[in-house]
C-alpha cells in the first residue's frame, strides 16, 4: 500500500502546477473583495454611530452600502477563497491534476463580472429586498452559470480520483458543490423568478440564508480543518470512526434548521418550531465535530505556536462552536425574545462566516500558496500582523457584541425606555464594533501585502524561493488503535 | 516536528503526506477506539447524546408545533382540534331575556316598568321578587286581576302562557325578570316550574290574587 515519498511528491508538484492559475485568480480576487467588502463594511458600521459620515450622497447611505458590504464578503471574497481551496484540495485529495484550467479562468472572470455587477446594482438602488439575495435580477444567470463551470471542475475532479480511498474533506467538498447551486436556484426562483405568496418569501429567505451558512461556508471550514490538522501535524484526526455520523447529522439537520431564523415571526409556529428542534439536533455533529478536532490538537499544543495555518485552524474551530452555541442559544424561545433584533443575531452569521469560514480561508491561503509558487512569504512581520489582528478582532468583536446584543435586548424589551435612549447607549458599542473591523482590515491589507510579493509575477520578483521537503507518511498510532476487532 | 521554529512563519512544512492522510484514516474509519478496560466511554456517550437530543426535539417539537397548524403563529394559541364542538354555558338571564322580549314586554315593556293603570310593572315589583311558587302559576295559567303592584291596582287579565312556552323558557324568563333592572331575586329553575306544572294538573282557569297570596304563607 505503502507509494514510495519521491513520487508522491512529485506527483504532488504536477498538481500543484496545475493548479496554480486558476487557485491564484480565485484568492487574487477574493482578496480584492475581502477588501472592498471590509471597506464597505466599515462605512456602513460607522454610520451607525456617526449618521452624518458619507451620508450625502446616495449611493454611500446606510441602505446602500449596509448590503453591499455584506454581497462583497460573501460572493465576493467568500465565493472565490471557497473556489480556490476547494478545486485545490479536491485535486490533491483525488491525487490527479486540476483540468481545464482556461474553463476554470473564463468561469472566475464571469463569476467576478458577474458579483461586480451586483454590487454596482446594490449600490445603484436597485437591490431586492431578500437577504443575501439582493443583487438585481440581471447577475443571477451569470452566477448560475459561472458557477456550473466552477463546480463541475471540483465534481469531476473527484469523479476521475486516483485514490482508493475518500477522505472527511472530500465529503464536505463533494456535498457543498452541490449544495450551493440548490440553495441559490431555489432562493432565486421561489423569490424573485416565481415569488411564492406572503408568509412564505420570509420562509425560503431564512432557509437560504441558514443554508448559505450552514450548507456552505461551515462545509468548506470543516473541509479545511479535517485537512490540515493531519496534515500539518502528522497525526491522525481523533476518533475519525465519528465523522462520518457527524457528516451525515450535521447536513441533514441543517437542512431544516433554517426555521429557528422566524421565531416569533408572523409565520406558521411549526416553521419555526422545526427550525429550533433541527439545532438542537444539531448539538450531536457539533459535539463529535469538536472532539474530533480539539482532540487532534490536544498534546499538540507547542504546534499552534510554530504553524500559521494551525493557527487560523484553531480560531476557526473555536469559532464554529462558538456560532453554533448561538445558534442553539438563538432557539430557545425565551432568550430569542430577549436578543432577536439585536447585535448579537448579528454576530452569529458573523462568526459563522469571519470567524469559522474566512480564518479556515486565512490558514489555507498560508499553506497553499508558497506550493503553488514555490516562493516564501516575504514578510513574517505581516504574517504576524495579520493573524495578530484576526486573534484579536476575533476576540473583542465576539465577547464586545454578545454583551452589546444582551443590553440592547433587555432595554428594547423595558417599554419605559425610549428608542432614542437606546440607540444612544449603542452608541459606543457600534463605535466599538467599528474599531473592531477597522482593526481586521488592517489585517487583511497586511495579507495583501504578502499575496501581491508572492503571487504577482512583477512584484515577486525579489522574493526568496521555498524549499519543501517530502513529507513523512501519517503512521496510525498504536496508542489510539487495537488490531481490528470484527 | 516538521515545521522548524526558524522558519518564522514565511511557508509551512507538511507533516504527513495526502495519501498516508486518507490510507490511515481510512482504516481508521472501520476501527473503534482501544478499549482500556474492555469498556470504552465515547461511543456510549456519543449514542447516549443521539438519543436524548432525538428524544427532546421530538418532545419540544410535538409540544410547539400546534398540529402544524398552517394558520397558527403562536405557541400558547389554543390547542383544541378545529372543528371539535366548545360548550359554553349561556347564563339562563340572557337566554331568558330573549323570550321575555319576544313574548312579556308587549305588555310589560321592554323597560319592565309595564303601562300605568293597565300593565303591571316588573321591576321593583314584590311579585316579581316574592315567591317563585306564585309567579310560575301566573305564567303558567295566566292571572285574572284585581290585583295589587307597587301598591297600585290593577284590573286587567293575564293570559295562559304555559302551553306556548316550555319549563325551561319559563324559567330563563323568570329568572330574567327577576335579575333585570335592579331587581335581585334567585334564579327560578326549569325543575321547579316542571313541579309546579305537575302539581297543579290540567287547570284552565286564570289564577286570582287572593289563590296567589295564600301559597307559600
New interface residues.
Partial sequence: ???T?KN??AE?IEIDASAKWPVLIFFGSAIMWLLLGGALQLIASIQLHTPDFLSACAWTTYGRVAPAAQNALIYGWGMNAAFAFGLWLMA??S?TTLRHGGWLFVAAKFWNVGVALGIAGILGGYSTSFELLEMPRYVTLILLVAYAMIGVWGVTTFSIRN??????SQWYLFGAAFWFPWLYAIGQIMLLKAPVRGVLQPVVNAWFVHGLYGLWFVPIALASAY?FL????????A???????AFW?LVGATAFAGGSRLIG??????IS??G???N??L??PV??IA?NFFGTLAGNI??I?????IRFTLISMIGFVLASVLNFALSI?GFAQIVQFTLLTDLRDWLIFYGCFSTAMFGAA??IL?RLTGL???S?AL??AHVGTAVLGVLLLTVGLAYAGWTQGKMLNDAAIPFGDITKAMTFWFTFRSVGLGLLLIGHVAFLINFIWIACPINSRGT?S?Q?????????SN????E??A | ???S?DN????????????????????????????KNGYSF??LG?LG??CS??F???I??AH???R????????S?KREKPGAVVVTAVPPAVLGKKVFTTICAACHQVTGLGVPGIYPPLAGSEWAQGNEERIIRIVLHGLNGPITVEGKDYTNAMASLGTVLKDEQIANALTYVRQEWGNKAPEVKAETVARIRAEVGPRTAPWTSAELLKIGQ
Fill in positions: 500500500m505503502n507509494s515519498d508522491s511528491r504532488q490533491r485529495l491525487a485514490t482508493e480511498n475518500v477522505y472527511a485537512y493531519p496534515k500539518i501535524l502528522g497525526k491522525p484526526i476518533n475519525y470512526y465519528l465523522a462520518p455520523l447529522w415571526a408572523p409565520v406558521p409556529i411549526w418550531t422545526l429550533g428542534a433541527a438542537f439536533l448539538v450531536v459535539v463529535v472532539l507547542a504546534a505556536g510554530s504553524s500559521i495555518t424561545r498560508y499553506f508558497p516564501q512569504w516575504r513574517s504574517v504576524t526568496p521555498a519543501f521537503s517530502n513529507p513523512p507518511d501519517l503512521k496510525l496508542e489510539s488503535v487495537t481490528g476487532h | 516536528m516538521s515545521s521554529p518564522n512563519y514565511r511557508f509551512e512544512q507538511a507533516g504527513a503526506s495526502d495519501d498516508s492522510i486518507q490510507q490511515v484514516h481510512a482504516q481508521l474509519q472501520k476501527q473503534k477506539p482501544d478499549k465515547l461511543p456519543v447524546l443521539m437530543s432525538v427532546f426535539g421530538s419540544y417539537l410547539y408545533s400546534v402544524f397548524d398552517p394558520l397558527v403563529v403562536n405557541e394559541a
